[in-house]
């Protein structure tokens, strides 16, 4: 198909609109429920009061504020793809923002500015008067317009997702896995609270003991959906994959939509897995092993995961129906014997990338745990 042909077709797929709507009118649609932002970003999206207090700013002073994407569903409501602290930001600041549990969260105060200091302890509303917004203010706030783009429900059913990816990918504070949940709430909520209560799951936090900043940015989760990656993903599929969040979030995108995906089935793999880590090395299991001081020692390491956890999962039918006093031995000399491993070690170092580490070391981990010998 040559690049005209390309273009065409993908025009067809994408239909959008783009008009200014009113700050008083988006505050009506947002409490008639036709707008969802869906409460469950804000843990993700979080502004600090400072840049909320300037966002506020720059509506009161008519300075140019990025478009807020928007995509139809086949119902009419609007799903917020881009714009979701902005938006935010509004509805609490009027008062107007319901929290995850259905609550209304409390119209905070502004902070300074440096065009506004008067915005100082101002509220939108409050009992004293001197801290509450002049009525002509808050009627020229509601008239100030922002621009809307739609992604009319007319168009292809991915691109909103595709869209949401993009936008928020680029230049965005959030990490990548972040970015998925966020998707994925989108994509099909049941879906991350799934893998949410797994990536909780105590065996499996105590095997990969993440620091603060790692668990701030989902790693856990990242973790948890790297297992049912690389233990499903056909190894073909994973060596044509040139970049690791391309292909965590299209293999995810499949699993929330594929009725094949047993979601039952996998979570007693993972929980086995994990059970059988915490008894054999429990947080020594992905650390570097060093057989001089016949210890391990250092942080996490994602080479060992990849080798251990996905071949212990993929062959989890054969250890689990062992006892443990019969395989802690044969399990921990396993483990341990990886790090004197030739293709261990050249696919597992800092330079390694996942087009040439995963092909080798996913079934290396594959042919270690198969069995007992």
Known sequence: MSLESEINQKAIEIQTDQYPISIGEIISIYENKELDIHPQFQRYFRWKKLQKSKFIESILLGIPIPPIFVAQRKDGIWDVVDGLQRLSTIFEFVGKLIDKDGNTLPKPCLFATEYLPSLENKYWESDEEMYSFPDSVKIDFKRKKLNFVIVKKESDEEVKFDIFQRLNTLGSQLSNQEIRNCLLIMIDPGFNDWLRDLANYPPFLDSIQLSERYKNEQFDMELALRFFVYKNAPIEEISKSKDVDELL?????????????????????????????????????????????????????????????????????????????????????????????????????????????????????????????
């Not at 396993?334 to 092909?359: E, H, M, Q, Y």
């Open 249 to 373: 979030t299209h293999q995810m995108r499949r699993f929330s939509s594929d009725p094949s995906f047993n979601r039952k089935e996998e979570e007693r793999i993972f929980k086995a897995t994990f059970d059988i880590i915490g008894k054999v090395l429990g947080s020594d299991t992905f650390k570097k092993y060093f057989p001089q001081e016949e210890r391990f020692k250092g942080q996490f390491l994602i080479s060992a995961f990849e080798v251990v956890a996905i071949g212990l999962g993929k062959n989890i039918d054969y250890w689990e129906e062992k006892e443990i006093e019969e395989i802690r031995d044969i399990l921990s000399k396993k483990i341990k014997s990886i790090w004197s491993n030739d293709t261990f070690t050249s696919n597992s170092g800092s330079g390694s990338n996942v087009s040439s580490r995963l092909p080798a070391l996913l079934p290396l981990g594959m042919r270690l745990f198969e069995n007992g010998d």
